[in-house]
């Protein structure tokens, strides 16, 4: 089996997939009589010819070495995920090579992170590491009379592992 090691993610690492929705070191404004830091447009939703719903998940967490047996991509929308408690998770991604994803990589995320992933980005499922793995999440929403389908999934010939960096 082939084995991945997860890396911290940074903004840097990670622009190729999507964002890291995080405090800033400092707030880009300060609102609501002063008491208040707006860090402001950390991630570049895309919602196509949908709108942005928020959703809430509750995922059960998993543990490393982590199996990857099956990768995602939405086609038609983007997709953020912003934890609901200061524990970290597990991102996985991979650019495309010809309509199925290359060699994925795999993020850490470090407590409070968050990650907008782009649209069509190949990704794992959500990963939390620890409970409770409560998410806001922020994806397309398509009208009712909206043709296409937002969910390609790609399972591998054989699994990849993923371990601790």
């Known amino acids: 089996m082939t084995q991945i090691h997860t890396e911290a993610l940074t903004a840097t690492a990670f622009a190729p997939f999507g964002d890291v929705i995080a405090f800033k070191?400092?707030?880009?404004?300060?609102?609501?009589?002063?008491?208040?830091?707006?860090?402001?447009?950390?991630?570049?939703l895309d919602m196509g010819d949908g709108r942005a719903g928020i959703n809430l998940f509750d995922a059960q967490p998993r543990t490393l070495p982590y199996c990857l047996e099956m990768m995602e991509r939405h086609p038609l929308g983007s997709q953020a995920f912003i934890p609901l408690n200061p524990t970290s998770f597990l991102v996985i991604v991979a650019p495309d090579a010809g309509g199925k994803p290359a060699t994925p990589r795999a993020f850490l995320t470090a407590p409070g992170q968050g990650i907008n992933l782009l649209r069509n980005t190949w990704h794992g499922v959500l990963t939390p590491l620890h409970a409770p793995g409560q998410f806001v999440v922020i994806d397309r929403i398509a009208p009712a009379d909206t043709p296409g389908n937002n969910l390609e999934e790609h399972w591998f010939d054989a699994p990849f592992q993923v371990t601790s960096g």
Do not use: Y
């Open 25 to 44: 070191d400092a707030p880009d404004q300060i609102i609501n009589q002063g008491l208040c830091g707006r860090h402001h447009d950390l991630a570049r």
